[in-house]
């Protein structure tokens, strides 16, 4: 009955997407603007796609990519702080501006209305952010309110002490702000970066939505004003940090009543021809409700409201990981069990029922999770394009998706979910678990979470 | 939720009206379809008209129980069926529950449509109950508990000012549950709420995107119409009776930074004094140019966040602000400054500007729920169960062009008073204190 089922879906879902028809313009001073069309909404979207990102913050200055986005409206051109957030509320639209692993992207949603105003602010504040002292003074003060406030967060808080973990001082994946990092920070620092990365050689813009094309030819024209500068150069990839063997950081939460943790192992980078095999393989083994570790873990054993594991996949490598969280009692049974089914698929492998199963989940969520809406649009041309990827990324994906055998899944499991040097990473009530889970690495670090800071020291 | 704050908006302005045909099945549950072929996938949303509203002491979340247990197996699919047949036909689901509703969130590739009837027909009319799996789900929601009330700040704190905010209706009470009912809750217990909140004409289905209008009643005719009409729950009679004064609750927790939480009691979302009081929140928490972010955040510097929550409600509710105190900074000044705020919109109302760059930002806001054919459904499901008539998504344009600064500084000095408030406050103990 259910195979019959399946080879129904298999049929009907066969069909293949695209991405929608878009233009793509290399201005004279070399920034790149692509432009597609969706109106049935009458909003727009305004990218920027600046290349640098967490890879170009300096080792002593985690977070700088990330302050001067956040610096960018707080005052530009003629306009005061609190002017630019007069004018942009005024029109209903909303301004992002945050940095990733490798790039800093600067967006701004508008009414097509109040497309001119939108524009001129987004502009100005790519282009002018006027870097006022005091504001700054107000950033970091507020920055380092959220960075220590975040240890009131489990689940956040241990998220963070795995980057730095996991990744080390040495990598730029392993650089993240917090309270220490921010008392060093100047705002020349900010105005340089600014100077050096917000050049037109190395933005990328996209605009999508309810785009006229008198808006087109305005859009063009505030960007071609933008000096060209130089592109960013993207660093040689660092060599992995060394692991002879598997780690354990406890960060002790001593009012924590549940134990959070993540289990950590090399993963891939955007590009890696890996890519769409190992988003199936995901997708079974932690990547949606009926995955193995959430079936484990949640719904047979009622251990944890959720389990999964995600491949995180950017320009350089990063880390594989399997995360959830338990009762402070439960913390050993969850991770025997989190380990069981990594040893599982192993020795296991997937069958061709699940892999079905996994492709046309992902071709059925990924038209509305990647395509429907223009800031999604938006986002995805701007990401082939950093990458150097094509249309084909999207538009052959389901071919690509649906070529995957069992036997290159089996494949790259084999290569890419190890058992050894795994790096744990918990945070919750040590003197109620410490002793329990020395089991699972010799090298093991006990951090109290008020210490400052989220980075432990190396070992 | 506040996709409410989004309804107000000038429709006619843009044309942006949403197209919906409405029809109701000899059960008595009814179907809002709206048509939408930009992609090849549909949303189903099914409102349930229960939630911690229709609880009392002893069984308190257990409309949110529910909310698990309609995943555990039913007559035709099994347990774990749902997720399963689902997810291998390319389909993916949620859940919600909040003081009123129990809302099934499931988007998929329109070719697995004809299952989604078949499976949410299946739960809805025979829904097994088993003892094992009751066991297991009690495990989970109580780690949901955990992860969002008892090792949250933000969410003891709440928790603490809803009990005290409400004194004799069930908005007090917990979604999520007091611990010791999610303990004990029996399979009785859970056998009466079923029959009682799962009654077809207790549900509002909306499916969105690309079905045709034909195609979805066909459906709901072949799998919807035979589940039985049933006795929905009783009517809610107990009324929250006047505050006659503040009322303070102190939560000691470990802690970086204080919190503080001001709840005023305000009408429902039906009540005609609504658009204003959307008006009010956006002007006092939108943006970084809204007032209290300038007066807290901004130029006060006493807060690093602040926000406000007007939730969609079908009895009388609150408006609630939410301040994250710097550390070290005064709880005492926080609230200064936003009860200065609340006065000065009282004796001196709000300008012009203030009140076109609200209407602004709440139809942006309504417009970004346009963008996906779940944000429509949800949006329509929702104005059909908090005003009585999807309609309302197309037409409160009208009634916020009709709000004037006088409404607004009206509402102010009607609700935004010392007697209608509660406050809370969480003092960060020191290391080794309060568990």
């Known amino acids: 009955m259910r195979s019959a089922a399946l080879l129904l879906s298999a049929a009907t879902l066969a069909a293949q997407v695209k991405l929608p028809p878009y233009q793509r313009k290399e201005l004279s001073n070399g920034a790149v603007l692509l432009t597609v069309s969706k109106p049935e909404v009458p909003l727009a979207t305004l990218i920027a796609v600046i290349r640098g990102g967490t890879e170009a913050d300096p080792a002593q200055h985690p977070g700088l990519s990330s302050i001067t986005a956040a610096m960018l409206n707080r005052g530009a051109g003629s306009r005061s702080a609190s002017q630019f ?41 790519l282009t002018a952010p006027r870097f006022d002292p005091a504001e700054f003074k107000k950033l970091v003060s507020e920055r380092l309110d959220r960075a220590t406030s975040l240890k009131d967060e489990a689940g956040p808080a241990n998220s963070a002490y795995f980057r730095t973990f996991y990744f080390g001082p040495n990598h730029p994946y392993g650089r993240v702000e917090d309270e220490l990092s921010l008392k060093t920070l100047r705002l020349d620092d900010v105005k340089g970066f600014h100077t050096k990365y917000y050049a037109a050689r190395n933005m990328i813009f996209v605009a999508a939505g309810d785009v006229s094309a008198s808006l087109g030819v305005a859009i063009e024209k505030r960007i071609s004003a933008i000096p060209a500068g130089a592109r960013h150069e993207w660093i040689p990839e660092p060599p992995a940090p060394v692991r002879k063997g598997p780690r354990l950081l406890l960060i002790d939460k001593p009012d924590a009543t549940q134990t959070y943790f993540v289990i950590g192992q090399p993963g891939l980078h955007r590009t890696h021809p890996d890519r769409t095999v190992m988003w199936v393989v995901n997708t079974l083994f932690g990547g949606r409700f009926t995955s193995m570790l959430n079936d484990e873990l949640r719904v047979n054993s009622g251990l944890t409201y959720g389990a999964g594991s995600d491949v995180q996949m950017d320009r350089l490598p990063g880390a594989t990981i399997i995360r959830t969280f338990t009762k402070t009692e439960t913390t050993v049974q969850a991770i025997d069990l989190a380990l069981s089914i990594l040893k599982k698929i192993r020795s296991n492998g997937l069958t061709a029922q699940q892999l079905h199963s996994a492709k046309s989940y992902i071709k059925g969520q990924y038209p509305a999770d990647q395509l ?23 538009d052959d994906l389901f071919s690509r998706i649906d070529a995957v055998t069992v036997d290159q899944a089996n494949a790259a499991i084999r290569k890419h979910l190890r058992e050894e040097n795994l790096q744990f990473c918990l945070t919750g009530a040590a003197s109620k678990i410490k002793e329990q889970v020395a089991k699972y690495a010799p090298s093991l670090r006990v951090i109290p979470i008020s210490t400052p800071g989220v980075r432990p020291p190396e070992f | 939720m506040r996709f409410l704050a989004g309804i107000l908006i000038a429709a006619p302005l843009l044309g942006q009206h949403l197209k919906v045909s409405e029809h109701v099945l000899a059960n ?20 349930f008209k229960i939630g911690s509203r229709n609880e009392r002491p002893g069984i308190t979340g257990l409309s949110h129980f529910f909310e698990h247990m309609m995943f555990n197996g039913a007559r035709k699919y099994g347990p774990k069926q749902f997720d399963i047949r689902m997810e291998e036909n390319g389909g993916a689901n949620n859940a919600y529950t909040s003081r009123d509703i129990t809302a099934y969130t499931d988007w998929f590739p329109k070719s697995a449509i004809d299952l989604m009837f078949d499976m949410e027909s299946d739960r809805i009319g025979h829904l097994a109950i088993d003892p094992k799996m009751v066991e297991s789900e009690r495990g989970v929601v109580y780690s949901e508990r955990r992860l969002r009330v008892d090792n949250s700040n933000e969410g003891t704190l709440r928790e603490q000012l809803d009990a ?50 034909a195609e979805a009643l066909k459906l709901a005719r072949k799998y919807f119409e035979p589940i039985p009409k049933q006795q929905p729950p009783p009517p809610v009679r107990t009324k929250e009776p006047k505050q006659l004064g503040e009322r303070r609750v102190i939560v000691r927790k470990q802690a970086q930074n204080p919190l503080v939480m001001v709840s005023y009691h305000v009408p429902e979302s039906r009540h005609a004094d609504n658009a204003a009081l959307q008006v009010f929140d956006a002007i006092m928490t939108a943006g970084r140019s809204s007032r209290l972010y300038r007066a807290l955040v901004d130029q006060g510097q006493v807060a690093f966040e602040v926000s406000a929550e007007l939730d969609d409600a079908i009895d009388p509710s609150q408006w609630v602000c939410n301040i994250s105190v710097k550390p070290g900074s005064s709880t005492e000044t926080a609230e200064k400054a936003l009860y200065a705020e609340v006065k000065r ?6 300008t012009p500007a203030e009140l076109s760059k609200a209407r602004n930002q709440l139809l942006a806001s309504l417009y970004r729920q346009f963008k996906t054919i779940a944000g429509k459904a949800n949006l329509l499901g929702r104005a059909e169960i908090y005003y009585g008539d999807w309609r309302m998504v197309n037409q409160f344009a009208a009634s916020l062009e009709k709000v004037t600064a006088a409404d607004v500084q009206r509402v102010a000095n009607l609700y935004f008073t010392e007697t209608n408030r509660t406050v809370a406050v969480l003092v960060p103990e020191e290391k080794g204190g309060a568990k």
């Open chain 1, 85 to 125: 957030a007069e004018d942009l509320d005024q029109t209903g639209a909303s301004f992002r501006a945050g940095s990733d692993e490798q790039s800093t992207i600067v967006r701004i949603e508008f009414m097509s209305r109040h497309a001119d105003q939108a524009l001129d602010l987004f502009a100005s504040a």
């Open chain 1, 372 to 394: 429907e809406t223009a800031d999604q649009v938006a986002a995805i041309l701007g990401d082939i394009e950093l990458h150097g990827l094509n249309r084909g990324e999207v």
């Open chain 2, 28 to 47: 008595g549950m009814k179907l809002l379809v709206h048509e939408d072929h930009d992609i090849p996938n549909a949303a189903l949303y099914l409102f």
């Open chain 2, 164 to 213: 005290a905010a409400f004194t004799a209706h069930p908005y007090g009470i917990p979604i999520i549950g007091w611990p010791a009912d999610i303990e004990t809750w029996t399979l009785d217990d859970l056998k009466a709420h079923f029959r009682m909140g799962y009654a077809p004409n207790n549900c509002i289905a909306v499916v969105s995107g690309a079905v045709t209008e």
């Open chain 2, 345 to 350: 919109i009282s004796d001196t109302g709000v």
